[in-house]
């Protein structure tokens, strides 16, 4: 009986907390913020034990009201979507934490907005996670997305510059994504995932069908901010406050991306596998352009937010990469890298954060900096060893899967696009790690320590312990979560 209940524990926190926090606020600050950690925590403890659960068994699933699929509404948990359950409410803990002084440094008299709509998100990512019908699916990216805007638009005129472009970009994404699925929804009757995938073989591979598809395909990845749908990406990243773009950078693109292998691979692909349909030859050259494309535009900033910002561009083309394959060993070196990327890019955009906290945001400002504030230095080098792939931090796991992948493929030019790409993230993060490092700043006073409070050194520390340790665990992950969810999918014709 509790088992069938996580599901909804796992979203259900962090929406009550939502919807108290403007209430709490008006008397007690202190208790708005700790209900909005407390209901984070709660959803994460749901999450851990979800992952417990289908890794020793079967997928849980929870029915509205009693009413079983297709009719009633559930919430469905199996591997992938525990994986990224735990990854949304991890993070949103730590971002909690970091928050209190770095919202009241960035946002005096912001904090009751920030928090609300914070927790919002994250009830609503979670909600992505796990439904199991793709209206909800719909219903949860545009209360993410709302939220997103809100976050964004906090960070002044430029970012509420960057919230409007972000806004139209995202409701043409959204639009896209609605009318593919009315397509479906007219070819089958349903709206339930799993019935759906059942029913479309049925159908046939219509015009209709693919058309749903691609609009489908085209609404996410402009959620998802695939190469070259980005553009909204950049400024939204190097604009929002600093802890709404540690949360919004690890968790919003990751969640879409997990949405993509979830309509493709989960409910579509029965039907269209046996056309052997090109998207390979249509997906892994966007995919390649986006990873070269992001390393180039990342080398080419001073500010270290925007450099941050291109790089994830880059490190989305990985993770697009990897849907593009389409084989078992793609599908596992995409869900690992968003876990890795997820956990890694937030820790340095918390890094960004503590750093802009105390006056050091731009590249002139780099000069000794690992005397200044050495515990956030030291965790900003294991945060970039993880993207840049060097053992044995999650970063390393999920590009031998990826390079796995791509010899499955045979393709030895995307083979060359990856060790290219490895490059160019080394040669980017090591000038600034020498900065930091090797550095010597034009002024003759000797430089002090000015660390980051407590509060926001903490998760930047546990940010980069976790990118190594889930490294080192990643093989369990692999063997016990992972690939029995990836095996389930339906891969034999697509190359693995």
């Known amino acids: ?244 773009t540690a949360l919004i950078a690890s968790l919003m693109t990751k969640v879409n991306a997990y949405a993509l292998v979830r309509v493709v691979y989960g409910v579509v692909w029965p039907t269209i596998a046996p056309l052997d349909l090109p998207l390979f030859p249509l997906l892994a050259p ?35 990469l990897g849907l593009a394959l389409g084989n078992a060993n793609g599908l596992l070196g995409a869900m690992l890298h968003i876990v890795g990327h997820g956990v890694a890019k937030g820790c340095l955009f918390l890094i960004a954060g503590a750093m802009r906290l105390r006056g050091a945001g731009e590249e002139e400002a780099f000069d000794e900096l690992a005397r200044r504030m050495p515990v956030s230095s030291f965790a900003f080098l294991v945060a970039a060893l993880s993207l840049i792939g060097v053992p044995p931090t999650i970063g390393f796991f999920s590009k031998w899967y990826l390079l796995l992948g791509c010899l499955d493929r045979g393709s030895w030019l995307l083979v060359a696009v990856l060790l290219v790409s490895t490059w160019l993230n080394l040669w980017y993060f090591f000038r600034l790690i020498e900065r930091f490092y090797f550095g010597r700043s034009e002024s003759a006073e000797a430089p002090g320590r000015a660390e980051a409070p407590a509060s926001m050194l903490v998760p930047i520390a546990l940010t980069a312990t976790l990118a190594v340790a889930i490294g080192l665990g990643s093989y369990g992950l692999v063997r016990d979560v992972l690939r029995p969810a990836v095996d389930a999918l339906p891969l034999a014709r697509v190359g693995g």
């Not at 966007?286 to 925007?306: E, Y």
């Open 1 to 244: 009986m509790i088992e069938s209940n996580l599901p909804i524990a796992i979203v259900l926190p962090p929406w009550i907390a939502a919807l108290l926090v403007p209430l709490l606020a008006l008397h007690r600050p202190a208790r708005a913020r700790a209900i909005v950690l407390l209901a984070a925590v709660l959803s994460l403890v749901a999450a851990v034990m979800a992952l417990a659960s289908v890794a020793s068994g079967a997928p849980l699933v929870h029915e509205f009201g009693g009413w079983a699929a297709p009719i009633g509404i559930v919430f469905r948990v199996d591997g992938l979507s525990a994986v990224m359950a735990v990854l949304v409410a991890g993070m949103a803990t730590l971002v909690f934490v970091y928050a209190g002084a770095s919202v009241a440094a960035e946002l005096p008299g912001g904090e009751t907005g920030f928090l609300a709509a914070a927790s919002l998100l994250v009830a609503s990512l979670q909600g992505m996670s796990v439904t199991g019908d793709l209206f909800n699916l719909y219903v949860f990216i545009e209360i993410a997305s709302i939220t997103a805007y809100t976050l964004i638009g906090l960070g002044g005129p430029a970012g509420a510059v960057a919230s409007f472009r972000y806004l139209l970009i995202g409701s043409i994404g959204a639009t896209f994504y609605l009318f593919g699925l009315a397509f479906l929804l007219a070819l089958t009757g349903t709206l339930n995932m799993v019935d759906m995938a059942q029913r479309l073989p049925a159908v046939g591979a219509s015009p209709a069908m693919l058309v749903g598809l691609a609009l489908i395909v085209t609404g996410l990845g402009l959620k998802t901010a695939i190469f070259p749908m980005h553009g909204w990406l950049p400024d939204a990243y190097a604009t929002a406050p600093s802890a709404a």
């Open 286 to 320: 966007l995919a390649a352009a986006g990873i070269l494309a992001g390393s180039v535009m990342a080398l080419a900033q001073r500010d270290l937010r925007r450099l941050l910002a291109y790089s994830s561009v880059g490190n989305l083309g990985y993770i697009a």
